[in-house]
């Protein structure tokens, strides 16, 4: 009990979260005249102080193209973005800073995977199991690959509460199976997926894995060595960094065995008419000027969450979950979809008969920004027999009393209706 109190004083010092929301100051404006509740940080995260000083800092005082130059400035830039690597190889703990691919974003993580992947280990007839619950990037690029080399995909089911079925999954394994890309936490139905045990599966049938971070990496503790994830991949705009830069990780062996992307300045070692050797790893995969701005403001907003601690955001975010599930199950007409055991801090809902679009449009009058539609998951969609939802997703800034004000709002909508 002492250690409870303890404990739970100290969280309070350390997550001081008035503190917190003073490094966002778009979390101080107002929309139509009330003050913003923004509740769309699944789509992308809002970003500190810190973060947008490092961006002008770095343009004001250090830019020049990085890996290039011999001159000051050029040796200055490179040695932020690399350091930028080793920030994020620390954060995720690769063994390895050559496992750490830069990339525009989760979705082109995965393209890249997806391209490399197929053209150098699969055949036509060759499985890759995916989710009912993907997110459209975790499907279109393998059905790029499909259409090209005649590919299979195969779909884990999931029960109604959003948990994927294991014994089904492990059904699911061939001798065809080449690799298994699935999403770390739904961002439609907030389910942490058992990916530790799914990939130790998959490892059982000699098959790799590609987890998709997108919805895990700014709400938990990452380890790709503990989940021994063979590909993982992540955005760091949604985990309050800047847009257009993410990251690819994969285990070095696999790097290794795998070909380039896409072609060009960078990735080179040498190139004739005849013949072009490519770079070692990291850059074999990173062809063209990297977003080295990007990447030294990724690494400030990975170095922000972890001055705040993984477990600590997790904590808070986790206790908003609970108190929004709660509360927003009082609402007459009220349905939740996702109550996985579980669940991160993504809650999607539809009341009675009104459009989800219906709803998101008189809440944001009200101030409040939440998602509505299919969350790019149509498959997900066709499974629960709706279009879409209206989703209301936690970050590290938000309140209690701003999901108060949500419960609110859709009460004070659904009366109009
Ligand atoms: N996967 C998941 C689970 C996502 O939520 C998203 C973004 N909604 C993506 C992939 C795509 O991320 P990005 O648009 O940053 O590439």
């Not at 393998?142 to 089904?168: F, R, S, T, Y």
Request: overall charge negative; glycine content about 8%; some cysteine.
């Amino acid at each position: 009990m002492v250690f409870f109190i303890l404990h739970s004083s100290f969280f309070i010092i350390m997550y001081d979260i008035n503190k917190i929301r003073e490094d966002f100051p778009i979390l101080s404006r107002e929309v139509y005249g009330k003050p913003l509740i923004y509740l769309d940080n699944g789509a992308t995260t809002q970003k500190p102080r810190q973060v947008v000083e490092a961006i002008t800092n770095e343009y004001y005082s250090v830019n020049a193209n990085v890996h290039r130059g011999v001159h000051f400035l050029s040796q200055q830039a490179t040695e932020l973005h690399e350091a930028s690597r080793e920030t994020v190889r620390r954060f995720i703990n690769a063994r390895s800073t050559n496992e750490i691919i830069f990339t525009r974003g989760t979705t082109e993580s995965i393209n890249l995977l997806a391209s490399s992947f197929a053209d150098s280990q699969m055949e036509a007839g060759d499985e890759v199991i995916v989710s009912t619950m993907e997110h459209h990037s975790d499907i279109v690029p393998w059905q790029l690959q499909a259409a090209k080399k005649g590919i299979v995909m195969k779909v884990i089911p999931m029960n109604d509460k959003g948990e994927l079925l294991q014994d089904e999954y492990k059904k699911l394994f061939s001798e065809k199976t080449k690799l298994v890309c699935v999403m770390h936490v739904s961002n439609v139905l907030g389910t942490v997926n058992p990916v530790k045990e799914m990939i130790a599966e998959a490892h059982l049938h000699g098959v790799p894995v590609l987890v998709d971070g997108a919805q895990s990496v700014p709400h938990m503790k990452v380890d790709v060595q503990d989940l021994d994830a063979d590909f993982f991949a992540f955005s760091g705009h949604k985990v309050y960094g800047p847009t257009g830069v993410g990251v690819l990780y994969g285990k070095e062996e696999w790097l290794d065995k795998l070909p380039p992307y896409q072609g060009g300045g960078e990735m080179i070692q040498s190139v004739s008419f005849e013949k072009t050797t490519f770079n070692e790893l990291p850059f074999k995969f990173e062809a063209g000027t990297p977003d080295y701005i990007g990447t030294t403001a990724l690494a400030k907003a990975l170095d922000y969450v972890s001055a705040l601690g993984m477990e600590n955001i997790e904590a808070h975010e986790q206790e908003l979950t609970r108190y929004a599930m709660q509360r927003l199950k009082q609402i007459e007409g009220m349905r939740i979809f996702g109550e996985a055991e579980h669940k991160s801090s993504v809650i999607s809902f539809l009341v009675g008969n009104i459009h989800h679009l219906d709803m998101g449009t008189l809440l944001d009058r009200l101030g409040i920004a939440v998602r509505t539609g299919h969350h790019c998951a149509q498959p997900l969609m066709i499974r629960l027999g709706i279009e879409g939802t209206v989703r209301a997703s936690f970050g590290l800034y938000n309140t209690k009393e701003e999901i108060d004000i949500l419960a609110a709002g859709i009460e004070r909508v659904s009366r109009m209706f």
